[in-house]
């Protein structure tokens, strides 16, 4: 397995582990918790839940509404508290009573038998090994993705929908495609679905490339899909009919590290992505940028990439835009004001 994976890291502390059971007192357990102290559960899981329950109880007070900053301490606050609270591991399982069988700790850590794993990061991947037995089925596919931990897989599907919807309308020669930022890999099996003989994906999260890796040889494309561990072209070298990206769709406040660069993009990306694009695409190839109107509705940027690249750098020209009104999750779900008005968008562009 590849040395780069990301993956929680074993705790390190040397601080003296405080033994937690169920008879301990848990105001007692969350408030040394709270004082800096590492705890160590030992005997069950629901013990360890117990303790995170009454340090949330002890950190939010009970309160449901706070002022934003006085809210953010406070999370910042129950972050830190919690993972100061560790789970043993023997033997790549969970060394706890009635605890839930994590396939990921044999399958990360091949390296090491015996460790300690904080309880949000058990949490953590406890969530994304259920996503990963269960799988996701993603508009017009045929079989589920069933992303490899540490990927970025799509919760909501307007963009994968305006994109397949444009694909099955796309008469334009089908030899290759590039997937810039594949996490999953949903845009390149949509391709390879629609009738592409080949894609080549990448992405600079080796926990994608193994995911990618993993659902092309189950369903039989290993053949027509080379997936790579690199920074947008990185060492690909043959021109395409097509190249898609959706990018993260936010500015990054600040340094970026693991998952973040699904959601959050450093400043000078498009910069590099659109001089490079042209550079891959076969006489009368289209290039492809899925984007949102998210970061404008919410004031967080009055950039846009796309835009800035059509009216400024002027090297593409725009050839349609599909717009689509995102769903609401659910009607439950009260969304901010700039939510309602998101949009996902579809810029296909060929250089000038
Ligand atoms: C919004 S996600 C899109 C994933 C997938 N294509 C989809 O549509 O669901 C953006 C992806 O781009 C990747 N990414 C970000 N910066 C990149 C770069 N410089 N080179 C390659 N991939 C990058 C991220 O790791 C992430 O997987």
């Known amino acids: 397995m590849n040395n780069n994976i990301i993956r929680p890291e074993p705790s390190k502390s040397n601080d003296t582990l405080i033994s937690v059971n169920k008879k301990t007192d848990r105001e007692e357990a969350a408030a040394h918790l709270i004082a800096g102290n590492y705890l160590l559960v030992e005997d069950r899981y629901s013990t360890g839940m117990a303790v995170l329950a009454e340090l949330k109880k002890q950190v939010f007070g009970g309160k449901k509404k706070d002022f934003f900053s006085a809210y953010r301490n406070k999370r910042s606050e129950f972050y830190h508290a ?44 406890n969530s994304s090994w259920q996503w990963y037995l269960k799988g996701i089925a993603y508009p017009g596919l045929k079989e589920k993705i069933h992303p490899f931990y540490g990927t970025y897989f799509p919760t909501r599907y307007d963009h994968l929908t305006l994109f397949d919807e444009w694909l099955k309308k796309y008469g334009g020669p089908k030899t290759l495609a590039i997937d810039i930022g594949t996490g999953c890999g949903v845009l390149a099996f949509q391709m390879l679905n629609r009738g592409f003989e080949k894609v080549t994906a990448s992405d600079i999260i080796p926990n994608s490339v193994i995911s990618v890796e993993e659902h092309a040889k189950k369903i039989g494309v290993s053949d027509r899909l080379e997936v790579c561990l ?79 690249e059509l009216n400024i750098q002027k090297r593409y020209r725009q050839i349609s835009l599909r717009k689509r009104k995102v769903k609401r999750s659910s009607k439950k779900t009260k969304r901010r004001d700039h939510r309602k008005k998101e949009c996902v968008e579809l810029w296909e562009l060929e250089p000038l």
């Open 82 to 125: 919690s993972n100061r609270l560790l789970v043993p591991i023997k033997s790549n399982r969970i060394a706890l009573k009635k605890s839930p069988d994590i396939g990921w700790l044999e399958k990360l850590y091949p390296d090491i038998e015996d460790f300690q794993l904080t309880f949000p990061q058990i949490q953590g991947l």
């Open 230 to 308: 690199s920074d947008l072209f990185g060492q690909h070298h043959q021109k395409a009919d097509l190249i898609v990206f959706n990018p993260p769709w936010l500015p990054a406040q600040k340094e970026i590290e693991g998952l973040d660069s699904a959601i959050y993009y450093e400043k000078d990306l498009f910069e590099r992505f659109f001089s490079e694009a042209a550079i891959f695409l076969n006489e009368g190839g289209k290039l492809v940028v899925l984007f949102s109107n998210l970061a404008e509705s919410a004031g967080a940027a009055d950039f846009h990439p796309v835009k800035d």
